[in-house]
Nanobody, 125 residues
Framework: QVHMVESGGGSVQAGGSLRLSCAAS????????MAWFRQAPGKEREAVAA??????????YYADSVKDRFAISPDNAKNTVYLEMNSLKPEDTAMYYC????????????????WGQGTQVTVSS
């Protein structure tokens, strides 16, 4: 059974930083697509960042809105994926979810099989 547990959310002022963690127990495959999505109140869920590992390669994907501010990174030994968020803006306020899949278009939710419960990030101006 796969469990995805996010942590690290909180409230920060604009310009601050947070690091989110996603511990994925029971999910080990030769290729994997791990991602962070977010959903703000009244808005659709959107993809933020993803990392694909497989066939000896690692690929990173970022939404334009977070490029150069956020960084996704894995800790394979801990089956954990991190999202380092810097220069946070009020528009980054959302519930952040991690998701696990095998492959496919990184921003397409249909490619992810497992989801966490989410962790709230609130950025004040």
């Amino acid at each position: 059974q796969v469990h995805m547990v996010e942590s690290g959310g909180g409230s920060v002022q604009a310009g601050g930083s947070l690091r989110l963690s996603c511990a994925a127990s029971g999910y080990t495959y030769s290729s994997a697509l791990m991602a962070w999505f977010r959903q703000a109140p009244g808005k659709e869920r959107e993809a933020v960042a993803a990392i694909y590992t497989g066939s000896g390669i690692t690929l990173y994907y970022y939404a334009d809105s977070v490029k150069d501010r956020f960084a996704i990174s894995p800790d394979n030994a801990k089956n954990t994926v991190y999202l380092e968020m810097n220069s946070l803006k009020p528009e980054d306020t959302a519930m952040y979810y991690c998701a696990a899949g095998r492959s496919g278009i990184w921003y397409n939710e249909d490619n992810y099989f497992y989801w966490g419960q989410g962790t709230q990030v609130t950025v004040s101006s």
